[in-house]
């Protein structure tokens, strides 16, 4: 959230692209003032347009400020702690505070492995210090045991990349598939074309034209077709990139990656035209040059050895496009059904009656009293809008994308060697089970007796019941973040169903809920409404709502639970439609070869079926 301020400030560099896109890439933008999250800044720089940061994403940062700032401007996010760090404090001096991607410039003479090495052995002896008691030898087992790792920082760093890698790799397989099946159809062609131009190849050899010109002739038509279509490609390539890539993030408001056309996209481009038109008229090239002379001078009708010749390689090449087809046709069906059963799963909440919201209370800045006021309020008149059955909060939200992992300990559990006990945490409101749709398998659910501040009451999921309690009996069990378990730590007094909580392919983690009225210093960002009827009839209303509970409070998307779901499997939905589209094309250029390879083969066969009649 940033906007123009009039006020001295601290420093602060802005993007090329946010000058241009919202200072009219204005000459007085350096000294000019950005307020962030209520703090301002002088901006001081503005970065080179081929600068996007070190973290490769849909959105580059419009704004670098100084690391220290982390306070002044609340950001929380993408850290995890140990040893008693306080997330609420400012991070930057507090040591077991971990959320910062490390850059190293290494000098050109220097070994990276030897600066790694050195590294892996100072970690480790500050683990012996930070580990220092008996409870956390199991974590210095697990620190002794890693290694640090140097790896060229030219890429950047990009979740991004690393999701979506896998599937630009399915797809660039598949178009390798259709480009297979389109070379043989366009082969078959040729080659026919080549055997009705027998006799003129002939007449050209037989007055002095060598092989070896009348081959280049007939490759370089070949060649001006492949280059055609690579042009072809290239235009459409470049009007369609921003489609693409927005179907890889539909919910992505404002797309700043950098997709420009580069020389390595135009030699590709380039390679795989030559390519093309090599692999489709070096063949029917040959072929078409290697004729007997006097057959063909001689010849009247079209139906030479040569001809007949040409069929049979026609037919073959019609096999091989049916076999590419039915490649791509399996593959298709195997990420359609991937998809059926992604969407189909029963992932714990009920999808069909629950509209989610994400708010972004942190950049108001209350305080722990301003914000339990704003939850309650909210709350209110949520549960006052015509359909609307319950109403609740929660830290991170189901499926919103989000999560809250520690290391914990659980009573009566000894970690095995080199084991790391880790749980997701979620922090909500007293009628989040019911509005989500978690049924309860043990104990109870919380209520108003667990409103004080510092209660210890908790409720895991079915996990954790199954894997650190004999017979799933949790009740009354006690668990802590870190370790040693205590007298004073969290006791269960309830069990709910697993969910899938954020990724749909991963079994369940452990999770522990926490009621939001025993933690008032933590931040709720996500909303959730259960309905009657239909909850996207309830969107319009529920940002209405929102606005007039707090006109300042940044409302970032309404949307049913389902469309969360949705975006989960956005990347499985675009890989099967694209897919089957892509096979649908090959069968269409497959069944268009083969009535090519039979029309002609027909065609050649005339004089003989008019002998037969």
Known sequence: HVRAAQTN???????DAYWRRQLSASERAVGSHLTINGSAFTVIGIAEPQFFGTTLALRSPDVWIPLVMQPIV?????????????????????????????????????DPSAIAAALTVQRQREAVTLFSGD????????????????????????????????????????????????????????IARASA?????????????????????????????????GAAGVVLAFWSRSALLKMFAPTANL????????????????????????ACGIFPAIRGTRVSLADALKAQTRATSGGRQSL????????????????????????VRSLQLLTSMDIGYDREHVVTARLDVRTLGYTAEQRQALYQRILERMRQIPGVTSAS???????????????????????????????????????????????????????PADHAPGNRNTIVNETIARRFFKNGDAIGKRWDWGSPVGPDGFVIVGVVEDAKYVDLRTPPPNMVYQLAAAQPDR???????????????????????????EPRLPVLDVMPLSGRMAQRVSQDTLIARLTSIFSAIALFLACLGLYGTISYGINRRVPEIGLRM
């Open 255 to 278: 797309i700043t990656m950098d997709i420009g056309f580069d020389a390595r996209v135009f030699t590709f481009a380039i390679g795989v035209s030559i390519a093309t038109g090599v």
């Open 74 to 110: 609340r950001y929380a996010q993408n850290a995890s702690s140990h040893d008693g760090a306080d997330t609420r404090q400012p991070w930057p001096p507090q040591e077991t505070i971990e959320w910062l991607s490390a850059f190293v410039r290494v000098p050109r003479a220097t």
């Open 523 to 549: 931040v709720l960002s996500d909303l959730e409404i259960r309905t009657a009827g239909s909850p996207t009839t309830m969107t319009a209303t529920v940002r209405q709502v929102l606005a007039e509970s």
């Open 312 to 335: 049979f390689v026609g037919k073959a090449l019609v096999a091989l496009q049916m076999a590419f087809c039915l490649l791509a046709l399996v593959v298709a069906a195997l990420f």
């Open 197 to 229: 131009r027998e006799r003129e190849i002939a007449v050209r050899l037989s007055i002095g034209a060598g092989r070896m010109r009348v081959a280049r002739q007939m490759l370089t038509e070949s060649l001006l077709l492949g280059a055609a279509a």
């Open 393 to 447: 909060l929660s830290l991170n939200g189901p499926l919103a994308g989000s999560e809250s992992i520690g290391d914990f300990g659980v009573e009566g559990y000894t970690p095995g060697q080199g084991e790391r006990l880790r749980s997701n945490g979620e922090v909500v409101t007293e009628d989040y089970f019911s509005t989500v749709g978690l049924r309860l398998l043990q104990g109870r659910l919380f209520g």
């Open 9 to 15: 400030s601290i420093h602060a560099v802005i993007s």
């Open 135 to 190: 409870s956390l030898g199991n974590m210095r087992d697990i620190v002794g045991s890693e290694k640090i790792l140097l790896e060229p920082a030219s890429r950047g760093l990009s979740p991004f990349r690393d999701n979506t890698s896998s599937s630009l790799f399915v797809l660039l397989a598949m178009m390798g598939v259709l480009l297979a099946v389109a070379c043989g159809n366009v082969a078959c062609l040729l």
